[in-house]
Every structure is written in structure tokens, then in C-alpha cells.
């Protein structure tokens, strides 16, 4: 094995820096290179010189940020191709979290670090499945990362969804959902489970959809909520964004069930404080189990941890031999709670 990654990777306060590479992962604020894991907007910041990520999460960067501020100078690197930057190899290889979302794998003379991102490890429709790669040192987030979370499956609880919509065929069940993933990935599920009637959006989802499709994702029709007449609304379903689904906007909605997807569903105090009546433990990220299991398959003897419960987690893995550390990173986990 070469030098230790510890010696080649830094955590500065811009975020995680590749030094041989000349590179950051994810900064916090602009930088000069970045490569980007995914584009949620805790992640993916904009005002960066030269970025370089999938070109999925391009597409999605410039559909959020406008193609200026997605960074001066754009370059899309395919699953599994390797680039040398100074000496580094760089791969970006599928991490399962939202459409385009990728883990980086960086080798440096023989030893080789890996940062996640976010991921999970449950099937998801719109993305390509988590491809574990051994490493020396794993860079994991850590969101759920306490025993009492554990993520169902996600089928089980679009069957859920389901089952009340056929309880009560008068009421229109409005479920709060992240713009970017997790909207997406109700949908294909919806359609999956073999909903296919029109699945009605608050205009905040609509823009992150129509990237999804343009890249290849069938989601099917997808009416405008707000424009819909009211007769129309009875009985079906609407996504709207969290912030909406219990105000003012939800109100006109006929006699609204209120659901959220969020693996933060799994605190039903959270889901009372928020006036949700139908919790759906739905999560991009990986839960209490898919977090150890992962840690254990690419077999690094050192974990960083980002953004979450990073004591319990480095904890748990030092029982099993394996030395953690947490990066105690500021800024990530700053979307909308209910994004996770
Ligand atoms: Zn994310
Ligand atoms: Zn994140």
C-alpha cells in the first residue's frame, strides 16, 4: 500500500481536498476545481471555476442553478472511466442516492480513498444501484446513523400510500417530497406499484421532473396541480414540496390527507409537530443497517464520517476493528430535513 490516504486527502473548511489532485469534493463555497458527488444543493454549491461530476448531475446542476453558476467550465465524466489528475486516478461510480449520483474513488500512488457522498442501498427506479469498491479509507455520510433507524421497504410503503388512497376515495392525498430524488422516485414507484392515473405536482417539483425525463425517465402525466379544476383532485394524488403540504397552498385541495416521504418519518413526534396524518418511511439515504453492512463490504480499516450521528456510527464500527473518524464538516444536511 502507498502513503496513507490521511497524508493526501485534507479536511480543509472549504470541505474535503485532494491535495496530489488539486481538488475538492463537494465543497462548502466556490472553488477553483470541484468534483461534485450529486446535486443537492448541500453538495453541489454554486460559483465554482471547474467542475467536474456526471452528466446527470450537470444536467440537474444547470437546471437548478442556471448553466453560469453551475460552474465556468463544465466536464461530464462517464460511469467507470478513469482520469488522471496530477497522478490521482479518479473514477465516479453509481452511489444510488438520486439520478446521477456518484461515489468518488481517487488512487494515489497504490492506496486509494473513496467518498460516498450520499447513498443508500435499497433498489431505486431512477438511479443506478451502489457499487461498493474496496478502499483504504471510506468517506461516509451518516444521516440516519442510529439503530432506531431502519428504512422499510420502500414498496411496502407505496402500498400504504395506496391503501388509504382506496379508503378514502373523496379526500386527495397531498405527500411532501424533496424536488430533486425522492419526487422522482415516488413516481416511478407509483408506477410500479401500477398507478397510472395522472400523479398532480405543486409547480416546485415540476422543473426537477422535466430533467428526469429529459434524461430518459418515463414518470408519465404529470398535471400542474394549481391549475387543475377541483373535481379533478378528488380521489388522486399530488407531490408538492414539504414546506407546502400543510399550509395554506394544501387548503384548497378537497379534504386533504396529509402524507410526507422522509426517512425522518420513522420519529412519529416529527411527523405530529409537522401535521402529518400518514407518515411513509420513504429515504434516499441508507439507514442504521445499510450504513454497518456497506462499511463492512468495501473492507476499508478506516472510516471518515460526514454530516449526521457520527459518535454512534464510529462506535459501532470500532467494535468491529475499524478506526473511525468524524470530519465534523459544516454545511451538509442542509436541505429541507424532509429531503432525507
Ligand atoms: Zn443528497
Ligand atoms: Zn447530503
Given at each position: 500500500m502507498g502513503p496513507h490516504p490521511a497524508t493526501w486527502m485534507r479536511s480543509l473548511p472549504q470541505g474535503l481536498f485532494c491535495e496530489p489532485g488539486g481538488f475538492f469534493i463537494d465543497p462548502l463555497r466556490a472553488v477553483d476545481r470541484a468534483v461534485i458527488t450529486h446535486a443537492h444543493s448541500d453538495h453541489a454549491r454554486p460559483g465554482h471555476r471547474h467542475v467536474l461530476a456526471t452528466r446527470e448531475t450537470l444536467a440537474l446542476m444547470r437546471a437548478r442553478m442556471g448553466a453560469e453558476r453551475a460552474g465556468e467550465a463544465q466536464q461530464a465524466l462517464g460511469w467507470g472511466e478513469v482520469l488522471g489528475i496530477n497522478g490521482v486516478e479518479v473514477r465516479l461510480l453509481p452511489a444510488g442516492h438520486v439520478l446521477g449520483s456518484a461515489q468518488v474513488a481517487m488512487t494515489y500512488r497504490g492506496s486509494r480513498a473513496v467518498v460516498s457522498g450520499d447513498y443508500k442501498r435499497q433498489a431505486d427506479p431512477t438511479c443506478r444501484g451502489f457499487e461498493p469498491a474496496p478502499c483504504d479509507v471510506f468517506v461516509t455520510e451518516a444521516?440516519?446513523?442510529?439503530?432506531?433507524f431502519r428504512h422499510p421497504p420502500a414498496g411496502q410503503e407505496i402500498a400504504r400510500l395506496l391503501a388509504s388512497v382506496a379508503l378514502f376515495p373523496e379526500r386527495t392525498h397531498v405527500v411532501g417530497c424533496y424536488a430533486l430524488g425522492k419526487c422522482q422516485r415516488l413516481i416511478a414507484l407509483l408506477r410500479e406499484a401500477g398507478w397510472d392515473r395522472p400523479i398532480y405536482l405543486h409547480g416546485a417539483l415540476a422543473a426537477m421532473c422535466e430533467v428526469y425525463s429529459a434524461l430518459g425517465q418515463r414518470l408519465g402525466e404529470l398535471p400542474a396541480a394549481t391549475v387543475a379544476a377541483k373535481g379533478a383532485l378528488v380521489g388522486a394524488i399530488v407531490l408538492a414540496p414539504p414546506g407546502a403540504v400543510a399550509d395554506r397552498w394544501a387548503r384548497r385541495l378537497a379534504d386533504p390527507v396529509v402524507a410526507m416521504a422522509s426517512g425522518w418519518m420513522r420519529v412519529r413526534q416529527r411527523a405530529k409537530s409537522r401535521g402529518v396524518e400518514l407518515p411513509l418511511v420513504i429515504s434516499d439515504h441508507a439507514d442504521w443497517d445499510e450504513l454497518n453492512a456497506t462499511i463492512d463490504e468495501v473492507g476499508a480499516p478506516e472510516v471518515w464520517v460526514t454530516h449526521g450521528q457520527e459518535d454512534a456510527l464510529i462506535h459501532a464500527v470500532a467494535a468491529r476493528g475499524i478506526k473511525g473518524r468524524a470530519l465534523r464538516l459544516v454545511g451538509y444536511g442542509e436541505e429541507d430535513e424532509a429531503g432525507a
Amino acid at each position: 500500500m502507498g502513503p496513507h490516504p490521511a497524508t493526501w486527502m485534507r479536511s480543509l473548511p472549504q470541505g474535503l481536498f485532494c491535495e496530489p489532485g488539486g481538488f475538492f469534493i463537494d465543497p462548502l463555497r466556490a472553488v477553483d476545481r470541484a468534483v461534485i458527488t450529486h446535486a443537492h444543493s448541500d453538495h453541489a454549491r454554486p460559483g465554482h471555476r471547474h467542475v467536474l461530476a456526471t452528466r446527470e448531475t450537470l444536467a440537474l446542476m444547470r437546471a437548478r442553478m442556471g448553466a453560469e453558476r453551475a460552474g465556468e467550465a463544465q466536464q461530464a465524466l462517464g460511469w467507470g472511466e478513469v482520469l488522471g489528475i496530477n497522478g490521482v486516478e479518479v473514477r465516479l461510480l453509481p452511489a444510488g442516492h438520486v439520478l446521477g449520483s456518484a461515489q468518488v474513488a481517487m488512487t494515489y500512488r497504490g492506496s486509494r480513498a473513496v467518498v460516498s457522498g450520499d447513498y443508500k442501498r435499497q433498489a431505486d427506479p431512477t438511479c443506478r444501484g451502489f457499487e461498493p469498491a474496496p478502499c483504504d479509507v471510506f468517506v461516509t455520510e451518516a444521516t440516519f446513523a442510529l439503530p432506531v433507524f431502519r428504512h422499510p421497504p420502500a414498496g411496502q410503503e407505496i402500498a400504504r400510500l395506496l391503501a388509504s388512497v382506496a379508503l378514502f376515495p373523496e379526500r386527495t392525498h397531498v405527500v411532501g417530497c424533496y424536488a430533486l430524488g425522492k419526487c422522482q422516485r415516488l413516481i416511478a414507484l407509483l408506477r410500479e406499484a401500477g398507478w397510472d392515473r395522472p400523479i398532480y405536482l405543486h409547480g416546485a417539483l415540476a422543473a426537477m421532473c422535466e430533467v428526469y425525463s429529459a434524461l430518459g425517465q418515463r414518470l408519465g402525466e404529470l398535471p400542474a396541480a394549481t391549475v387543475a379544476a377541483k373535481g379533478a383532485l378528488v380521489g388522486a394524488i399530488v407531490l408538492a414540496p414539504p414546506g407546502a403540504v400543510a399550509d395554506r397552498w394544501a387548503r384548497r385541495l378537497a379534504d386533504p390527507v396529509v402524507a410526507m416521504a422522509s426517512g425522518w418519518m420513522r420519529v412519529r413526534q416529527r411527523a405530529k409537530s409537522r401535521g402529518v396524518e400518514l407518515p411513509l418511511v420513504i429515504s434516499d439515504h441508507a439507514d442504521w443497517d445499510e450504513l454497518n453492512a456497506t462499511i463492512d463490504e468495501v473492507g476499508a480499516p478506516e472510516v471518515w464520517v460526514t454530516h449526521g450521528q457520527e459518535d454512534a456510527l464510529i462506535h459501532a464500527v470500532a467494535a468491529r476493528g475499524i478506526k473511525g473518524r468524524a470530519l465534523r464538516l459544516v454545511g451538509y444536511g442542509e436541505e429541507d430535513e424532509a429531503g432525507a
